[in-house]
């Protein structure tokens, strides 16, 4: 179902799981930092909301989407006890070509990275053809990308020790 006809960030609310045991990082492009930043906010709140103690969250910014999968590469590789990395970011649609470089760069980069490490590495990249479609997105008419994220990367860390 297309986002259009619903607000996913209240999709499975009821079986999030309690994030207390789980470290997680959270990896932010500066590129469009309204609305990444509105995207981080949404994901933090979510995760602490959830559980998760302050102190087991990393936080750090890139300086645009493209560098998302290597700053979760670095990440990964530093801090062996992370159980998710959370990447958010934000790219819209330009005159030229450059979208689709980023948009498929990060998309295979964050994959690649997540079957490396054997880790979730979850892709909160908005990838809208305006700055509305952003805003909506970013805790506006479609709910927040942000949230939905956290969400993931709990239900994933907690797959991670059920599999
Ligand atoms: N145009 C957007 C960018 N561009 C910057 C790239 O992500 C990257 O930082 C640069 O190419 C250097 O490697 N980034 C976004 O996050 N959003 C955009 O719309
Ligand atoms: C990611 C983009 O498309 C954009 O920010 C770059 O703009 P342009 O393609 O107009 O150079």
């Not at 450059?98 to 590495?121: E, L, M, R, W, Y």
Request: include cysteine.
């Amino acid at each position: 179902m297309a986002t259009q006809l619903k607000n996913l960030s209240d999709f499975s609310h009821t079986t999030i799981p309690n994030g207390s045991p789980y470290k997680i990082a959270i990896a932010v492009a500066e590129w469009n930092a309204e609305i990444t930043g509105a995207l981080y906010n949404g994901a933090l709140k979510t995760l602490t909301d959830n559980g998760v103690a302050e102190e087991n969250i990393t936080s750090i910014a890139v300086p645009g989407t493209f560098e998302l999968s290597s700053a979760a590469d670095m990440l990964l590789q530093k801090h062996k006890n992370l159980d998710a990395v959370i990447c958010l970011g934000c790219v819209i649609q330009g005159e030229t070509r450059h979208f689709d470089f980023i948009c498929d760069a990060v998309a295979n980069g964050i994959t690649q990275v997540s079957v490396k490490h054997s880790k979730p590495v979850i892709f909160g990249v908005l990838t809208t053809n305006d700055q509305q479609q952003a805003i909506d997105r970013a805790g506006g008419k479609h709910g927040n990308k942000g949230d939905e994220a956290a969400i993931t990367a709990l239900k994933m860390a907690e797959l991670a020790t059920t599999i």
